[in-house]
């Protein structure tokens, strides 16, 4: 089982950005896949970004522009860059690797003037 902890959150004005890490237990080398999703107030968890072994990603389409994943394998984390934050993008983020079927507490992300 692999433990994974989310860090990087909090209150965040509209337009601004700011960068989501999530630090694994053990070893990521031979993760075949990690992602991030994202659970909004009253609405159903949705998959935000994926990255694999070699580092492509894949994001889901409403993402696509202001969301970058990248994974740093040597120190067993990855990350998601958020820019030009919107209101839209409250929500708690967790990260998940599938092969360990392993997911993080989730981080609040709060987008408020």
């Known amino acids: 089982q692999v433990q994974l902890v989310e860090s990087g959150g909090g209150l965040v004005q509209p337009g601004g950005s700011l960068r989501l890490s999530c630090a694994a237990s053990?070893?990521?080398?031979?993760?075949?896949?990690m992602a991030w999703y994202r659970q909004a107030p009253g609405k159903q968890r949705e998959w935000v970004a994926s990255?694999?072994?070699?580092?492509?990603?894949n994001y889901a389409d409403s993402m696509k522009g202001r969301f970058t994943m990248s994974r740093d394998n040597a120190n067993n984390t990855m990350y998601l860059q958020i820019i030009s934050l919107k209101s839209e993008d409250t929500a708690v983020y967790y990260c998940?690797?599938?092969?360990?079927?392993?997911w993080g507490q989730g981080i609040q992300v709060t987008v408020s003037s």
């Open positions: 998940h690797i599938p092969r360990f079927n392993s």
């Open positions: 053990k070893s990521i080398r031979s993760t075949n896949t």
């Open positions: 990255v694999d072994p070699f580092g492509v990603t």
